[in-house]
């Protein structure tokens, strides 16, 4: 997920305000969320995680999706300084 910190930058860097870049990852995260459960989100804990080993078979694959799913947000904070850094110039 990502910190306040990084957020706060963001709005340094960019014309956006605080509301909308929380409301982008927001959005970002439920995209995610109906990627791995496209039926709705599961009722529990519990039920989420036997979903997920249903679905991906293990901890290990779930925890390297996650993984991924971290790197693609980092990736788009990236993009959005590096916007912001184009803006301003």
Request: net charge positive.
């Amino acid at each position: 997920m990502v910190q306040e910190e990084d957020k706060r930058e963001l709005v340094s860097n960019t014309s956006l305000n605080s509301t909308q870049i929380n409301n982008w990852f927001i959005n970002q995260r439920k995209r995610h969320w109906h990627k791995l459960f496209p039926d709705g989100p599961p009722a529990t804990p519990d039920e989420a995680q036997a979903g997920l080993e249903t679905k991906y078979g293990s901890m290990q694959v779930i925890a390297a999706t996650v993984s991924s799913l971290l790197l693609g947000t980092r990736y788009c904070v990236s993009v959005l300084q590096e916007l912001a850094q184009v803006r301003r110039t």
